[in-house]
């Protein structure tokens, strides 16, 4: 079998259920279920840039629903969504630091030649591909808007 990232966590699943680890069971089969519906939806077979966005993606919702639960008092169901987060979080490549994300900011800020806040969407386009997973896109598009600001 490949070593996709899809691979690694049909792997993982199957590790889950033999050392019987429900709750992690439970976050690796809701992930999977995702990468499934996209696949019949749009009949494709995803990459693992794909299961990058969308891991990040599933995390996003996570931390929308964990501040959501939390306002409203409810701290089993914000603790549920964050061993949520923790097993997805597993998938995703190491978090880039600020010196790190910093440095790609100008990097592409350089490469694209942007001058002003016009430039946005072309330094956000190098970006995008390499933070994919490692860096939450709407704090660094804060960073890179600092910058050209």
Not at 43 to 61: F, H, N, P, S, Y
Not at 68 to 79: H, N, T
Request: charged share 35%; hydrophobic share 45%; aromatic share 2%.
């Amino acid at each position: 079998m490949s070593d996709t990232l899809k691979a690694q966590i049909t792997e993982a699943m199957k590790d889950a259920m033999r050392a019987k680890e429900k709750e992690r069971l439970g976050a690796i089969r809701l992930i999977l279920a995702e990468l499934k519906r996209i696949e019949v939806d749009e009949r494709i077979e995803v990459d693992d840039a794909r299961v990058l966005a969308i891991l990040d993606k599933m995390v996003k919702q996570r931390r929308d629903s964990i501040s959501q639960y939390v306002d409203a008092g409810r701290q089993e169901l914000a603790d549920k969504e964050q061993a949520e987060i923790d097993v997805i979080q597993a998938f995703l490549p190491e978090a880039l630091g600020e010196a790190e994300l910093t440095t790609m900011i100008d990097a592409a800020i350089q490469e694209s030649g942007a001058e002003s806040m016009r430039d946005m969407g072309k330094v956000m386009g190098l970006l995008k591909p390499q933070i994919q997973g490692r860096a939450d896109v709407g704090a660094v598009s804060g960073m890179v808007k600092s910058k050209l600001g």
